[in-house]
């Protein structure tokens, strides 16, 4: 009997229709907590509790539908919104209904007669001159701008904007700000002289503090920083030995292979040697992932591994491990305290020195990003704000926030602000030569956030004044703190158009058959 999986065909006008109810149906739940007027959106967790979210990203992840064809439209929303989460750390409400529009309207305009491919080509085309345009009309970050881009990615909670807005104001031009579990019911802000590395343990498993469940060493851990991967367990065994003889513990930042790591994980953490140990994710990619191994083993006074290493550390393990102070990793950042050592500082003095002459004669924004993030984890300065709440569904519900406030000011440090409110897509209408399509989707935002205020109409005068929904009054966006971010936003936008054209040229959908 053939083990193969059996599928269900749908094909043209009924494929079009039950992917734009799929979207439709879970646009409509996200969109509704879009914006100060939003509503709640209570979800069933899977043991029967109500927990009460505003936060888009949980909302959408959250949605499943019975409807095959609608939930594989559904996923490739998610899928759109996972993408901006991760480049930008906000808006993903921003690019469900985007996505939205874009897919209904685009449907529309076959109807009328118009090819797919020239459909998706019109679009693609409006999209780079609002990407430019933007661009051209942001503004850089300042201190109050912080608050504000922190207050509406918070969905207007004062408390997370004030104390997230003082993280990053006392982390300094090139310090990091990351978020934890708080011990107590309190939220506050803590600030540790360290390096933050935006990845975390490789395996849950490794978690030897429960209570926020994180890995936790602080007895002068060795590290090793390496750029290779990891594929014997004879590459692994020198520096486990030599951190058992010396009775300290071990942290490697590298890929592993799994099965490696699965043996690691099955003889060094046996309950009956409970080894301190632990694997963590090597971030990057390329030349930025050589660059910063070979920055952090500067700073934990050692020297990298890479290509020119080789890979037999037998008796040359001492050459390639570093020391710190203390290490917490999480999920997915990790806070390093190096030691403080005199001569390793003077070498990472001479090291930032370097960078900075580069920055001042590069000509691209993106490489001066790239160096001054290479700086900041130099620096070593990280604003942690600890989240705390009585209740569970409220801390969980607050640490959402959180992260979307701390992930967009982020991204507005990189690219600048925009007018909020939508209105920066909205005027983009009047200044630019779009196509019908993007001219008719790229005002839903806007559209929905009076919607949920209940407000029927904004007629808009010029960027950046827009409708206040929380005060019912037209204002200069700037001045009433209404911002968002201009990266956010722009990749709201990259990622709903390349959903909307993926759906847009699909004709047939095969999906798994249901036996009932």
Same mark, same amino acid.
């Given at each position: 009997?053939?083990?193969?999986?059996?599928?269900?065909?749908?094909?043209?006008?009924?494929?079009?229709?039950?992917?734009?109810?799929?979207?439709?149906?879970?646009?409509?739940?996200?969109?509704?907590?879009?914006?100060?007027?939003?509503?709640?959106?209570?979800?069933?967790?899977?043991?029967?509790?109500?927990?009460?979210?505003?936060?888009?990203?949980?909302?959408?992840?959250?949605?499943?539908?019975?409807? =095959? $064809?609608?939930?594989?439209?559904?996923?490739?929303?998610?899928?759109?919104?996972?993408?901006?989460?991760?480049?930008?750390?906000?808006?993903?409400? /921003?690019?469900?209904?985007?996505?939205?529009?874009?897919?209904?309207?685009?449907?529309?305009?076959?109807?009328?007669?118009?090819?797919?491919?020239?459909?998706?080509?019109?679009?693609?085309?409006?999209?780079?001159?609002?990407?430019?345009?933007?661009?051209?009309?942001?503004?850089?970050?300042?201190?109050?701008?912080?608050?504000?881009?922190?207050?509406?990615?918070?969905?207007?909670?004062?408390?997370?904007?004030?104390?997230?807005?003082?993280?990053?104001?006392?982390?300094?031009?090139?310090?990091? %700000?990351?978020?934890?579990?708080?011990?107590?019911?309190?939220?506050?802000?803590?600030?540790?002289?360290?390096?933050?590395?935006?990845?975390?343990?490789?395996?849950?498993?490794?978690?030897?503090?429960?209570?926020?469940?994180?890995?936790?060493?602080?007895?002068?851990?060795? %590290?090793?920083?390496?750029?290779?991967?990891?594929?014997?367990?004879?590459?692994?065994? =020198?520096?486990? /030995?030599?951190?058992?003889?010396?009775?300290?513990?071990?942290?490697?930042?590298?890929?592993? %292979?799994?099965?490696?790591?699965?043996?690691?994980?099955?003889?060094?953490?046996?309950?009956?040697?409970?080894?301190?140990?632990?694997? %963590?994710?090597? =971030?990057?990619?390329?030349?930025?992932?050589?660059?910063?191994?070979?920055?952090?083993?500067?700073?934990?006074?050692?020297?990298?591994?890479?290509?020119?290493?080789?890979?037999?550390?037998?008796?040359?393990? #001492?050459?390639?491990?570093?020391?710190?102070?203390?290490? $917490?990793?999480?999920?997915?950042?990790?806070?390093?305290?190096?030691?403080?050592?005199?001569?390793?500082?003077?070498? $990472?003095?001479?090291?930032?020195?370097?960078?900075?002459?580069?920055?001042?004669?590069?000509?691209?924004?993106?490489?001066?990003?790239?160096?001054?993030?290479?700086?900041?984890?130099? $620096?070593?300065?990280?604003?942690?704000?600890?989240?705390?709440?009585?209740?569970?569904?409220?801390?969980?519900?607050?640490?959402?926030?959180?992260?979307?406030?701390?992930?967009?000011?982020?991204?507005?440090?990189?690219?600048?602000?925009?007018?909020?409110?939508?209105?920066?897509?909205?005027?983009?209408?009047?200044?630019?030569?779009?196509?019908?399509?993007?001219?008719?989707?790229?005002?839903?935002?806007?559209?929905?956030?009076?919607?949920?205020?209940?407000?029927?109409?904004?007629?808009?005068?010029?960027?950046?004044? #827009?409708?206040?929904?929380?005060?019912?009054?037209?204002?200069?966006?700037?001045?009433?703190?209404?911002?968002?971010?201009?990266?956010?936003?722009?990749?709201?936008?990259?990622?709903?158009?390349?959903?909307?054209?993926?759906?847009?040229?699909?004709?047939?959908?095969?999906?798994?058959?249901?036996?009932?």
């Amino acid at each position: 009997m053939s083990d193969r999986i059996l599928k269900d065909i749908t094909s043209k006008d009924d494929a079009k229709t039950r992917l734009l109810s799929g979207i439709n149906k879970s646009a409509d739940v996200v969109s509704s907590t879009f914006g100060y007027r939003g509503r709640t959106v209570l979800i069933e967790s899977d043991y029967g509790k109500a927990e009460p979210t505003k936060d888009g990203y949980k909302t959408l992840q959250s949605i499943f539908l019975d409807d =095959p $064809v609608e939930n594989i439209a559904l996923e490739i929303a998610k899928e759109a919104s996972e993408k901006t989460v991760k480049f930008a750390g906000d808006s993903t409400t /921003n690019t469900i209904i985007l996505l939205q529009a874009f897919f209904a309207n685009s449907i529309e305009a076959v109807k009328n007669g118009k090819s797919p491919i020239d459909v998706k080509q019109e679009i693609e085309k409006s999209r780079d001159l609002i990407l430019e345009y933007l661009d051209k009309i942001s503004t850089p970050i300042t201190d109050k701008l912080i608050y504000d881009v922190a207050l509406t990615s918070a969905n207007g909670d004062e408390e997370i904007a004030k104390i997230v807005s003082e993280a990053y104001i006392k982390a300094g031009e090139y310090g990091s %700000v990351s978020h934890a579990r708080s011990n107590t019911d309190e939220t506050y802000l803590e600030f540790i002289q360290g390096t933050l590395v935006e990845s975390g343990y490789a395996d849950e498993r490794f978690i030897n503090i429960h209570s926020n469940r994180t890995c936790v060493f602080d007895a002068n851990p060795l %590290v090793v920083c390496s750029t290779i991967e990891f594929k014997t367990e004879k590459q692994v065994v =020198p520096f486990l /030995n030599y951190s058992l003889e010396t009775k300290r513990p071990l942290v490697i930042i590298s890929d592993m %292979v799994p099965n490696v790591r699965e043996m690691i994980l099955k003889n060094v953490l046996h309950p009956e040697k409970k080894f301190p140990f632990c694997v %963590v994710h090597c =971030p990057g990619v390329g030349k930025k992932k050589l660059d910063f191994i070979n920055d952090l083993a500067c700073l934990l006074g050692t020297q990298a591994i890479t290509s020119l290493s080789g890979d037999d550390f037998d008796g040359r393990e #001492g050459e390639f491990l570093g020391e710190c102070e203390k290490i $917490v990793i999480g999920k997915s950042d990790t806070i390093i305290t190096p030691i403080k050592n005199k001569y390793i500082q003077e070498i $990472v003095d001479g090291k930032i020195a370097e960078i900075k002459e580069v920055i001042k004669t590069t000509k691209s924004q993106v490489e001066e990003k790239y160096l001054r993030d290479r700086i900041s984890k130099l $620096v070593g300065g990280v604003s942690v704000v600890n989240v705390g709440s009585i209740i569970e569904s409220e801390l969980k519900e607050k640490i959402a926030r959180v992260d979307d406030s701390v992930c967009a000011v982020r991204s507005a440090k990189e690219e600048g602000v925009l007018a909020g409110g939508g209105v920066a897509l909205f005027y983009a209408n009047t200044e630019l030569d779009l196509d019908s399509v993007t001219e008719k989707s790229i005002d839903k935002p806007v559209l929905k956030l009076l919607s949920n205020a209940n407000i029927d109409s904004f007629e808009g005068s010029e960027y950046p004044f #827009g409708y206040d929904v929380k005060n019912f009054k037209e204002v200069d966006m700037f001045d009433a703190g209404i911002v968002d971010s201009n990266k956010a936003i722009k990749h709201a936008l990259i990622n709903a158009v390349a959903a909307s054209n993926t759906l847009l040229l699909t004709d047939v959908v095969l999906t798994n058959k249901r036996f009932i």
